[in-house]
Structures are given as C-alpha cells and as structure tokens.
C-alpha cells in the first residue's frame, strides 16, 4: 500500500514552499511599501459603505490597521464597533504602548490564522515591534512561542531561507539559558520543530522519525499537552514515509483526543484533523467519523477552504444518490456532482493559494473520472495542468499588477498635493527595480559559486570514502593475516602433544579459527563488505573433509540461493557450520565409508533463514536434550545460535539425523534491538 498515495498537505505545501519565486517574495515587499499610503486615501472615501460591513470585516480591517500602525484607520473603524478588550489592545498596540508578552503573542496567534493576510506583514510586525526579552535569568516562553510561530508561518507562506534566519534567532535566544530549566526544555521541543519540517522534505524517515519520537517522550515527562500534540503531528509525516497507515490513524486520533480536553485549541488543531480526514478518505469505510470531522472543520469560515480538496476525494468514495453525498451536496448548496465542483473551484479560486487551489482541481478531475463525467475530469485536469505551469509566472504577473495599483494611487494623490514630487517618485521606483535586478543577479552567481563548492566537496567526500573502504579490506586483511598466525602456532604447538584427546581439542580449535580466517578473507577480496555464503561453505567443506574423510567416500550436498551475510552474521554462521560438519564427519560416518551429508540454507518468513545439516551416517542412540548438552561443539552451536535470534533443535530417524538451526540476518536482529 501507497500512503503517499492519500497524500500530505502539510508536506505539498512545504515541497511547494521551498520552489517559491526569490523575485515574488521581493515584489510583496514593494508592495506592503505602496500600501500604507492606498489606506489613508481609501479610509474615508468608504463612509457611505462602512454601515453594511459586520463586526468581523470591520475587526479584520483593525487588525490588518493594526499591523501597519495606522492609528487614525484604527481609530476610525473602532468607533464603529464595541470596543472590547481585545480592541483596546490593538488600540495601545497602534499607539505604540508595549504589551506583555503573552498578549503580543495572542494577537499574532489570532491574525496568523487569517488565509487572505500576506504573513510578511505580520513578520514584519514582529520584527519591529516585538523584541528580545532583556532579562537573561528566565527564559520567556511567550516569547518563544512568538518567534515559533514566525518560523512555521514563513516557512509555509513564504520561504524556507527567511524562516531559517528567524529560527537562528530563536535557538540563539535559547542558547542563553540552562538546557535543565523546564521552560528551556519546553522551548527546545518548539525550535526542533523547524528542523522536523526539514527532514519531512528531504524524506530523511531515519532522522525524523527518531526526533519525532524523542519529542513525544520529552513532551509527556513535561506534562505539556500542545507539546505532545505537536510532536504527534510532526510524527505522522514519518509515519506517512513507513507506509503505516492505521499507526498514522491511531496517531492523529490520540492528538484530536488531547485537543477535546483543551480550552484553546492548539496550533496543530487543523492540520491534525485534516490529516486524519484524508488517511480515513483514503483507507474508506469510515464515513461517520469523516463527516465528524469535516463538521469540525467546516464550522470555521477561516478554515472551511482548506478541505474543500478533501470533500471532492471523499465524493469519489461515495454513491451520488446515497445520504452522504446528497447531504454535501445540500450543505453546498447544490444537487449534483458537476454542481459540487463548480461551485467549490469558484469559492477556491478566491481564497486559496495555488499550490492548494491546483490540490482542489486534481481532486475534483479524479473523482469526476469514477463517476464516469470523462469529459468533464478531462476540462479539470487540463485546468490543474495549466495551473501548475502559471504558478510562478501568474504570481509574478499578479504582484507587478499590485504594485503597478499601488503606485498609481499614490502618483494620483502626490499629483494633487505635490506635484514637483512625481519625479522623485519614479527615481524611487526604478532604483528599486535596479536594486531588485542587482540582487537577482547576486544571487544567481552566488548559487553558481555554492554549486561549485558542492562539487568540491563531493569530489572530497567520494575520496575519503574510497580511503575508508581501503582502510577497512586492510583490517580484514590483517585480521585474516593473525588468525593465520594464531593457526600457525596452535599447529606447532599440536606437535609436542601425545594425548589424543588433547590432539583433538587443538585441532577443533584449530578449525575454528580456520573458519573464521576464511570469512576475512572474503570481505577482504569483496568491494561490497558482504559474504558469499555457498561459496564459503563449499571451500569451508572441503577443507574439513580433507582432514577428517581422507579415506571414505563421503558425497556433499550444498543447498542454497545466492545468500550474501555481513561479517556479523557470517562469523557466527560460519562457525555453526563448522561445528556441524566437524561432528557428521567425526561421528556419523565414524563406521561406514560411503554417505550423504545434505547442508541447505533457506529464506523463511518474518526475514529469519533456517540452516540444515543432515547426513545418513550412523545416527544417535537416543534424544538430545539441548539444555543437558555436555559437548563443547553443541553447545558452542547452542550459544551461536541464541546470538542470531534462533534455536538448535534436532530430528532423529532411522535413515538420518537433521540438525536445524533457525537465525536472522543482522538487519533484522538490529530492527528487534
């Protein structure tokens, strides 16, 4: 199963993100130059329509007053609605008091969720009028949470370099204080989210999931609820690269659950449920629960667009003429499918950025297509197309356009009031221009320079890779060199010796070296680190033949695909081997002249292996119990096999004995470690 098949907006939009246009982000700022000017001018020519505007379009206008310190608009519009707490403080905002903390930082919880504001505005804001606690005994947390947030709402609306350079600011911040500190603890799982986002892009599963994981554990010994919910949503992106579709579920459900017993909702609260209305769309069969949390979702009108997508996929699970669709249907206002995705591509297209509003179309084309409207999907995915080849040069066009409007109101009213100003004004322009051309230019050769630099690197990094690879066939080689010797002296040593049962010993330990010297020797022939194991039990196998059935005719069977084991398999395989065969050679055709002896390797299920060794020798006189072995080979075997996860059991027959020994391979062992 495909997980990245139902999709992560969270992760589309950060992919999206990171593409964004360096001259779009600059032409904003030009544009956020022209504006302050256009309000002055537009306030009080809105007298006649300011009585049909709501409370909230009105407070929407003293917030976004606000931000750019327009005290006389603020002053204007609030005279039009109740003045509540949170007006006086955008009043005192506005004035230029300076808040607390904590309030600074609900006023930009609250405009950050705004989908139509440019969040430069608001970085901007922050920038300005927000700055570094002076007291540097207590870390402040608010603080912390303002400069967070900053981070996550540029990297998702603007670029992922501007939110970089705050998040310095942050971890610089952080650094002044005891990493003991339980608000220092609690800051350091907000900054880490930045680089969780990172290594979601880059697909970096091993690093994120492990820091997804650390978070959670942190999170909860700290007892802080928005905390364990962001390291929940920030485990799902990982959880989506594994392909676990009900552990991602599971995961979304338990940070929803937190989220009930919450009285303000967390930062993640959206996007978790989001996540979770997708996996459930894709995975089907869950329709009570996905129309649960589509109402929650659609309840807010700031968050309503954003599953518009998510309604057009789950109408593609669905029969059109059943309970479920025909309530979407009513809930938007139509009675048909084609209705459905008109209307919500023309709500989309007013709101939504184009990276999601190309989302909404695909969505729309694919469901269409289940639903047989061949024609119809075809128009919506030609629009997706042709979307995702305008994003960059229709944003460029529509910026140029916004600042082309901006300027003509303030030449308009410079006309009037100044008019020997009008050439200073187009100075103005074209040194920005000129300015935004040089800094283009910079930035191109720069790029062009850091590629260099890369190649440089990589250049260096393959070499001292390959130095590496030769320093480790040099360990091998001089670890096969040692054995060698060990062998060498334990055969010198051999000669003095008359006992035979001594002999023997020497000789097995002899053996067993022999076997592991044969095992380096292969890793030090091989560039890929990894043993070929038939190969090594066919020269291994020889070699104990030659010194134990000299003088019978004993026919071997090896048996086994093409197996390749690291050095942490192969040494203690290789030994069991070697202790199996050792024993049939010894004592199984101890009488007869003529046998079989049968060594096969098979891949088993749950990635275990199992090793057979079986002769037709003389057999054993009864059952071995394996806890009451007395013999130093057995046990050795015994011991072996424990260490690859296995077990020693045997079979005895008439015919033959069967000797099994089960293992895993070191990645698998490493997985259960």
Not at 165 to 172: G, P, R, S, Y
Not at 290 to 295: A, D, N, Y
Not at 494 to 499: A, H, V
Request: hydrophobic fraction near 40%.
């Amino acid at each position: 199963m495909n997980l990245l098949g139902f999709g992560c907006v969270f992760l589309n939009r950060h992919l999206y993100i990171y593409r964004a246009n360096f001259i779009n982000n600059m032409l904003k700022t030009l544009s956020v130059f022209s504006l302050s000017l256009f309000i002055n001018i537009s306030v009080f020519s809105q007298d006649e329509k300011i009585n049909i505007l709501d409370h909230k379009s009105i407070l929407n206008k003293i917030e976004h007053f606000t931000l750019l310190k327009q005290f006389d608009s603020i002053t204007y519009y609030s005279s039009k609605i109740e003045r509540t707490t949170y007006i006086n403080q955008l009043y005192r905002i506005a004035k230029g008091e300076k808040l607390a903390y904590q309030e600074y930082y609900d006023f930009i919880k609250i405009v950050s969720s705004k989908i139509n504001l440019d969040y430069l505005l608001v970085s901007n804001f922050i920038n300005d009028q927000i700055n570094e606690p002076s007291n540097k005994d207590d870390i402040n947390l608010n603080y912390v949470k303002i400069k967070w947030l900053q981070t996550s709402k540029l990297r998702d609306e603007v670029t992922i370099e501007a939110a970089s350079k705050e998040q310095d600011k942050l971890e610089k911040y952080i650094a002044n204080f005891n990493k003991n500190d339980i608000d220092v603890r609690k800051a350091l799982l907000y900054a880490s989210t930045h680089q969780l986002v990172l290594y979601a892009i880059e697909k970096d599963l091993e690093n994120g999931k492990k820091l997804s994981l650390e978070n959670l554990i942190e999170a909860k010994s700290l007892i802080d609820k928005e905390l364990t919910i962001a390291a929940l949503y920030h485990l799902c992106d990982f959880l989506i690269l594994e392909g676990k579709l009900d552990e991602y579920i599971n995961t979304c459900e338990e940070g929803l659950a937190i989220e009930a017993i919450l009285q303000e909702k967390s930062p993640y609260y959206v996007g978790t449920i989001i996540h979770a209305l997708d996996a459930y769309i894709y995975k089907g069969g869950h329709d009570k629960r996905i129309q649960e949390l589509l109402k929650l979702i659609n309840n807010n009108e700031n968050t309503r667009p954003l599953i518009y997508s998510l309604y057009a996929k789950y109408l593609g699970n669905l029969n059109v003429d059943e309970e479920p669709a025909i309530s979407i249907f009513k809930e938007f206002e139509v009675t048909s499918l084609i209705a459905f995705s008109e209307k919500v591509e023309a709500l989309g297209s007013q709101v939504l950025n184009p990276n999601d509003l190309y989302h909404l179309l695909n969505e729309i084309s694919v469901t269409l297509q289940k639903h047989n409207y061949l024609e119809e999907a075809l128009n919506y995915k030609t629009k997706s197309v042709n979307l995702t080849r305008k994003i960059y040069s229709d944003d460029l066009a529509n910026s140029l356009a916004s600042v082309k409007i901006q300027q003509a109101i303030k030449e308009k009213d410079l006309e009037i009031k100044h008019q020997n100003e009008r050439n200073k004004l187009y100075f103005i322009i074209v040194l920005l221009i000129a300015t935004l051309f040089l800094i283009t230019v910079v930035a191109f050769l720069r790029s062009r320079k850091q590629s260099k630099v890369l190649e440089h690197k990589n250049s260096q990094v393959q070499k001292t890779l390959k130095e590496k690879e030769i320093l480790i066939k040099e360990v091998h080689h001089r670890v096969k060199n040692n054995f060698q010797i060990v062998s060498s002296l334990l055969e010198m040593q051999s000669q003095g010796i008359e006992d035979k049962k001594a002999i023997e010993m020497a000789n097995q330990g002899l053996n067993r070296i022999k076997s592991m010297a044969l095992i380096h020797q292969k890793l030090y022939q091989n560039e890929d680190g990894l043993i070929d194991f038939k190969e090594y039990i066919q020269i291994l196998v020889n070699e104990l033949s030659s010194v134990y059935v000299f003088n019978k005719n004993i026919e071997t069977n090896i048996e086994m695909d093409n197996l390749f084991f690291n050095v942490d398999t192969a040494i203690p395989l290789g030994l069991i081997v070697n202790e199996l065969v050792t024993n049939a050679f010894k004592h199984a055709f101890e009488v007869k002249t003529k046998g079989k002896l049968n060594i096969k390797i098979t891949k088993e299920f749950n990635e275990s292996y199992k090793l057979t060794v079986s002769d037709n020798g003389n057999g054993v006189l009864k059952e071995i119990n394996i806890n009451e072995i007395k013999s130093l080979g057995l046990r050795l075997v015994s011991r072996l096999a424990k260490q690859l996860h296995g077990k020693l059991t045997f079979k005895n027959t008439k015919n033959e004995v069967v000797v099994e020994v089960s293992f895993k391979d070191y990645q698998a062992r490493k997985r259960i470690l």
